[in-house]
C-alpha cells in the first residue's frame, strides 16, 4: 500500500485571509504532494515498502546512504503535523495545562512568542521551528531542512514551517511577521494539547 496524501483538516480557503487559499494549493497540492510521490517512488521494491511512515524515518534517520528517504519521509510527516496545529479561527493564548507549561518554561505567552519568533528566524535557510516536550518541561527548537524532532528525547506539540514556500507568497521575505501570525490567528493549541497528554 503505497503512502497517500492526508487530507487537509480544513478546506483550502479556511485560513483566508492569514494563510491563502493560493499558499495552501501550492504547499499541500504541490509540496507536500510531492513528497509523498517521492517517498513511494524511493520505497518501491525496497524492505521499507509497506512499513508506516514512522518506522521508515525511524529505520533510516541518521543513515547518510538513506538521505534521500529520510527527507521525503520526514517531510511528509512534518506537513502533515504542521496542517494540524493550525485551524480556521485559532490564534491567541492556550489555556490548561499547556498554559502552565508555557508560563514555567517561558515566563507568559508574549515572551513564548518572542522567543519562537527568534528561533524561527535563526534558522538559516530552510527549516522548521517547533515547541516540543522533553522531560516534562516546554523547549523550544528550530531543525535544518526535513529534521524533526526524535522520540522519545523530545515529543513534538507544534510546528511552524518557515521552508520560503511557507509563507512567500503572502509574507514575502517577512519569517517574523508569518511567525506571529500563526500565533496571533492560525494556531491550534488543542493539537498541541492532545501531543502533550499523548507524551506521558
Ligand atoms: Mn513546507
Known sequence: MAFQLPPLPWAEDALEPVYSARTVSFHYGKHHQAYVDNLNKLVDGTDLEGKSLEAVIGAVAGDPAKTAVFNNAAQVWNHTF???GMKPGGGGAP?????DKIAAAFGDYPAFVEQFKAAAVGRFGSGWAWLVVE???LKIVSTANAEMPVPPKQTALLTVDVWEHAYYLDYQNRRPDWVQAFFDKLVNWEFAAKNLVAAK
Open 82 to 84: 504542521f496542517w494540524n
Open 95 to 99: 489555556v490548561g495545562d499547556v498554559a
Open 135 to 137: 522531560g516534562g518541561a
